[in-house]
């Protein structure tokens, strides 16, 4: 493995993941649900296999039904208007579309921000692009995880290239505010800075929150690549079918890297998805509340349990701190030893936020559960975490 890769070894939702079967634990570990998306949207699947479409290698951007049907939601949703043919890319999920972007963009040597704690992938695709990553910490502000704009301000160097954003974000569950945004953008137009912002999670947010698209802001359209995915939207994770929205000249680029990736993927789930994201607004707001009740059922579980619960906004991921568990299962509050026991003693897997860090002692007390999964798994994983105290 070359150094580049060294320090990544094996990603933390393939080992926990792998954990939860060996030792026959409720998963709560990596984020995929565990009922299937829209039964129609199946069907239209099954259909585009049947029919022969997308059998053989799609185009490179992606099927134009797909595409159309990508700009028509940026279009109805945000009121962003995007040409399908020049700004649209389909990619092989999000996970592509992050890898293609960040190969494409960053220069070796360059400084790319993210925001800490970060989806795994950013920080191994910024190495693997020979960037540095600058990470800016989230931390705990009246029970949320906030972004210090000084900080961010003062990450930026003559060496920046781009600033990688992700709301509503992964693992903390924050939804960044309109002022937050707005701050953001201000700072990115005023250091002419290439933001690249991860929306994956844009449709699952709750309460008074609202997901607000960073290219929507001003100065933003030009200087943004948005990405998002049918994974998270439309409970498909396994289709593996995401895009980048931007202008022509970055799509193009982003497209240079994809071609020598994937070069094309996910044929007829590409049409499949195109009739997803033409569902009438019922389903988005059918599948939000759903997830709402999921969040509430279980943070009330591990509040109970004991933890400290940081009512998550967006996604469907809750963080807690096990600190105030005490010694139960690890020394001091540490998440690693916290996750590793777990699944022996209470049958449930959890994620480590540590992982997310590089400053890991920040996150050394932080512990994720996913809340994509039936009612009834809900339940008695709640339950199964109550007998630890
Ligand atoms: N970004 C974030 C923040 C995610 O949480 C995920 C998936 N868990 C991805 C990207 C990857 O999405 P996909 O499955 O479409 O590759
Ligand atoms: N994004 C999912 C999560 O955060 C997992 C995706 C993956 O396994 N790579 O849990």
Not at 238 to 253: F, I, M, N, Y
Not at 361 to 379: D, H, I, M, Q
Request: with cysteine.
């Amino acid at each position: 493995l070359n150094r580049r890769l060294a320090e990544f070894g094996t990603t933390i939702f393939a080992e926990m993941s792998a954990l939860a079967v060996a030792t026959g634990s409720i998963n709560l570990g990596q984020g995929f649900p565990d009922t299937d998306g829209p039964e129609a949207i199946r069907e239209a699947a099954v259909r585009a296999l049947r029919d022969g479409r997308g059998n053989q290698y799609p185009p490179g951007p992606g099927v134009p039904e797909l595409r159309t049907a990508i700009a028509a939601h940026q279009e109805r949703r945000y009121g962003l208007s995007y040409d399908p043919d020049r700004e649209v890319l389909v990619t092989a999920g999000a996970t592509e579309a992050i890898a293609a972007t960040l190969l494409a963009l960053v220069e070796p040597g360059d400084e790319v921000i993210a925001l800490e704690p970060y989806y795994d992938s950013y920080a191994a695709c910024i190495a693997m692009a020979g960037g540095t990553r600058v990470p800016v910490t989230l931390r705990p502000h009246e029970g949320s995880f906030r972004l210090d704009l000084e900080e961010l301000r003062a990450a930026v160097t003559p060496r920046t290239r781009l600033l990688l954003v992700n709301t509503p974000h992964n693992p903390t569950g924050t939804v960044l505010t309109r002022e937050e945004l707005t701050a953001v953008a201000r700072l990115a137009v005023e250091r002419d800075l290439l933001v690249v912002t991860d929306e994956v999670y844009e449709h699952l947010v709750f309460d008074d929150a609202e997901h607000l698209p960073l290219a929507s802001f001003p100065g933003m359209r030009e200087r943004t690549v948005s990405i998002g995915s049918a994974g998270k939207t439309f409970s498909f994770t396994g289709w593996k079918v995401g895009w980048v929205t931007s202008t022509p000249d970055l799509v193009t680029a982003v497209r240079s890297a994809k071609q020598f990736l994937t070069y094309v993927a996910s044929g007829p789930f590409q049409y499949a998805v195109a009739e997803a994201l033409s569902l009438p607004d019922t389903y988005f707001e059918a599948f939000r509340e759903d997830m709402r009740v999921k969040r509430d059922l279980l943070s009330a579980g591990l509040t109970e349990a004991g933890f400290k619960v940081f009512r998550p906004s967006g996604t469907y991921f809750v963080t807690t701190d096990i600190r105030p568990l005490g010694a139960v299962l690890s020394e001091g509050g540490d998440g690693f030893a916290f996750c590793r026991a777990l699944p022996e003693r209470a049958g449930v897997v959890a994620i480590p936020n540590a992982v997310f860090y590089d400053h890991r002692e920040e996150g050394a007390p932080f512990v994720r559960f996913a809340f994509c999964k039936r009612t009834s798994v809900l339940e008695e994983a709640a339950a199964r975490l109550k007998s630890l105290g």
